[in-house]
């Protein structure tokens, strides 16, 4: 049976915002020892602006963003939400009365590649958004940009448009996060991204993160974490436990392999918050190190 306390815990978390899907989840985020992050939306806003575009030669870059927002338009990943809003911006400044078709009817054949970005028909063209991966997936020659921040690359039936560069903010909470983390107790620190190294290793450095992988597909991550969970478990001989904290575009298999899978619960899909054994309902990082503090009054009441 379930000591009472336990649903103390579990109430006083779900007052804190962080729902707790069950007393063995309580009991193991009590030991965790290492705590694994993902990048976008979970220690950045995910609301991206752009911040940059470079044309290819002939290119106009109300033609490069109108392209890539209609690829994006049916996707609900941060990047493409903030190519869409820049694109709608661009619109109404430029032209108040285009008359063009929805984009229901311009818009055709969308695949998501996660980790690497969209594919669609627009207007009866092949049109590529997203990152090096996709491009060269496509044989497309493109110019490789090393900008501060997200740089998407932009092409229609094989040729290069150019490059959108959008910049993510990290939440105000992620510094703190990392540091109460350490404080309570927690031995590393780590960060799994889709996103360029030199992106990945700035916040890392900017939030004190222990270890950082950058450039992963999503299988890349589940054999991160895999890695993670035989180092930890080596360490102290199967007690300590390893958390991944997610957004869920596209970490649902991840959150479902760590030992305790939390997710953001007000910008998180619904996948995710499934997936998940512990929600975090205001989308702060800083509430791990909460709802571990209550864990550990709560097994000292316990047993
Ligand atoms: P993270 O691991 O930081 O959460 P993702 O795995 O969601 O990031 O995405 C990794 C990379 O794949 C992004 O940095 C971007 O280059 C590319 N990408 C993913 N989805 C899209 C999209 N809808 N449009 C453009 N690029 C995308
Ligand atoms: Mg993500």
């Given at each position: 049976s379930v000591p009472l306390s336990f649903f103390g815990g579990i109430g006083g978390a779900s007052r804190l915002g962080i729902l707790v899907k069950g007393s063995n989840y309580l009991e193991a985020l009590g030991s965790t020892e290492t705590v694994v992050f993902d990048k976008?939306?979970?220690?950045?806003?995910?609301t991206f602006a752009v911040t940059e575009l470079a044309c290819a030669p002939g290119v106009t870059e109300a033609e490069l963003v109108a392209t890539a927002a209609a690829a994006e338009a049916?996707?609900?990943h941060p990047i493409a939400q903030s190519v869409r809003a820049y694109g709608d911006a661009m619109a109404n400044a430029e032209r108040p009365a285009a008359n063009v078709a929805p984009l229901a009817e311009r818009v055709r054949d969308v695949r998501e590649v996660s980790g690497q970005g969209v594919e669609a028909v627009v207007d009866s063209r092949g049109v590529l958004v997203g990152n090096g991966k996709l491009m060269a997936a496509h044989g497309v020659p493109f110019q490789a940009t090393h900008a501060a921040g997200t740089v998407l690359y932009v092409a229609a039936d094989g040729a290069f448009l150019g490059t959108i560069v959008i910049a993510d903010t990290i939440k105000p909470t992620a510094v703190r996060a990392i540091a109460d983390l350490h404080a309570a107790g927690v031995k590393k620190t780590v960060m799994l991204t889709g996103d360029r190294t030199d992106v990945a290793a700035s916040v890392a450095a900017r939030l004190g993160i222990d270890e950082v992988h950058a450039e992963l597909l999503p299988q890349d991550k589940v054999a991160e974490v895999e890695k993670l969970l035989a180092a930890t478990e080596r360490d102290t001989r199967g007690k300590g436990k390893l958390a991944f904290v997610g957004d869920g575009i596209n970490d649902a298999p991840v959150l479902t392999r760590a030992d305790i899978g939390i997710a953001m619960?007000?910008?998180?899909s619904d996948a995710a918050i499934e997936a998940a054994?512990?929600?975090l309902m205001n989308d702060n990082p800083d509430d791990i190190a909460k709802a571990i503090d209550v864990a550990r009054r709560t097994m000292r009441i316990v047993w």
């Open positions: 976008t939306g979970t220690l950045t806003d995910g049916f996707s609900t619960g007000a910008m998180g054994d512990i929600v």
